[in-house]
């Protein structure tokens, strides 16, 4: 019996989460704490926005929690993180939680020299006096005593000065990528919000795409989320059956999602994208085709050259940050493999409802887009000249509590000659 146990978990032990995942998941819980501006307190206890008190009872971290989540950013060189998980650990072995991994000595030590990394030696030489308190003959903690006081006495005009310095290049830094902090504003529902006079030119509105026959006698809910660039919703656009069914069928092909290196055009896994993706082909299914001749419908643009129907899963953490849909002028080769020309529009069907995060925002414009399921959003990436509309960068915002399920149609070029015309104007 213990023997087929045994082999049995030697089989499984390919499907556990190995050290890979483990700092996959760290790294995900800080990206998280940026972008919401979450104090480590509220994560370690867990009083998440959306998440009931009982529940956050089941999701509270131990201090050997804190402490792995410090060790991770510790060997990333992250020193900022590690000094605010080691001080969580801190401070819950301080109100008298035990651990049988972590003590204070260990915490101390990492502390300590995490502060001294960012320049704060009055810091790194109280958190040595402590550690030494604990334990006297700790050989590096004596030695960083020595060294911490003999450069406090000998530097602290330079350090002063070096202090500004580093101010000013943090500052010189926020100004020089002003984006991540808009986009961090935006996924936390700070974005900006519109005159009462541009608000009033939204509208909510029964549509039926010029009368088309599907949709005469049944329109459909169309409702504006913003007016330049044009991003309309869709209400009740697909049923919980052909939702679950679409998810069904992506499920045993998700992969970890991938982008177009824009040098090398091969497709690559990247840091700032993090989610599960599926393609589906609508010969695969009844509701794929149906799903796909409904956007056809709705939009009045042709989706026969249009890529097939991604579908994408975001787990807590998941994320896609600021980028274009349309291929850009320094990248020739975009979609050149397609023969169907740039990504005209972008349809995004919501397939859940997040409990927390996971909005879609639009950096340039600052709209931030949540997500309802059954509802799709639409909007054109490019003017009617065939040039790209940057105003249509946009990100998908880290999930906070639950878990996002979309599915994206991109919509080419080819095909919508006299589906939509050039304009007269440039930006038509």
């Known amino acids: 019996m213990s023997d087929a146990f045994i082999s049995n978990l030697t089989i499984q032990r390919q499907h556990f989460p190995n050290d ?37 009872l089941h999701s509270s971290l131990m201090v050997s929690d804190c402490y792995d989540l410090g060790k991770v950013a510790y060997s990333e060189a992250d020193y900022y993180h ?60 004596n030695g960083n005593l020595k060294y911490f006081e003999y450069q406090l006495k000998k530097h602290k005009t330079v350090e002063l000065r070096e202090k500004e310095e580093a101010r000013l290049k943090r500052s010189q830094a926020d100004d020089y990528l002003p984006e991540k902090k808009k986009y961090e504003q935006l996924c936390r529902g700070e974005g ?48 919980d059956r052909e939702m679950e069914k679409v998810k069904e ?8 999602a991938t982008i177009s290196n824009p040098v090398t055009g091969v497709l690559e896994t990247a840091h700032y994208r993090i989610s599960k993706s599926a393609w589906l082909g609508a010969y695969e299914h009844p509701v794929v085709d149906h799903i796909n001749q409904r956007i056809e419908d709705i939009t009045g643009l042709d989706v026969t050259t249009a890529e097939d129907l991604q579908v994408a899963n975001y787990g807590v953490g998941g994320q896609y940050e600021p980028h274009f849909d349309f291929g850009r002028k320094d990248e020739p080769d975009a979609f050149e493999e397609l023969g169907t020309g740039n990504r005209i529009a972008t349809w995004l069907l919501y397939m859940s409802d997040v409990q927390a995060g996971g909005a879609t925002v ?11 399921k059954g509802t799709a959003v ?12 940057y105003r249509t960068r946009h990100a998908a915002c880290p999930v906070l509590v ?8 991109w919509i080419h070029e080819r095909g919508q000659e006299f589906r939509r015309r050039c304009g007269l104007q440039e930006t038509d």
């Open 20 to 56: 890979d995942d483990q700092t996959g998941a760290a790294k995900a819980l800080m990206r998280l704490q940026d972008t919401y501006g979450l104090g480590t307190k509220v994560i370690a206890t867990g009083e998440l926005p959306g998440v009931s008190s009982a529940a956050s």
């Open 82 to 141: 590690t000094e605010l998980w080691m001080a969580q650990a801190l401070r819950q072995l301080d109100q008298g939680e035990t651990s049988g991994t972590v003590d204070a000595v260990t915490v101390l030590d990492y502390l300590s020299y995490s502060v001294y990394q960012q320049g704060e030696l009055e810091r790194a030489l109280e958190f040595t006096r402590r550690l030494l308190e604990l334990d006297p003959a700790h050989q590096r903690a």
């Open 192 to 239: 900006l919000r519109m005159t009462p006079r541009r608000q009033s030119r939204l509208f909510c509105r029964y549509y039926d795409n010029n009368r088309h026959p599907r949709y005469v006698i049944g329109p459909v809910r169309q409702e504006d989320e913003w007016d330049h660039p044009r991003i309309v919703r869709y209400h009740n656009i697909v049923s």
């Open 249 to 256: 069928l992506a499920k045993p092909r998700l992969r970890r």
């Open 362 to 372: 639009f950096t340039d414009v600052g709209a931030s887009v949540w997500p309802k």
């Open 378 to 389: 639409f909007w054109y990436n490019l003017y009617a000249n065939g040039e790209g509309d």
């Open 402 to 409: 639950g878990n996002k399920w979309v599915s994206n149609k």
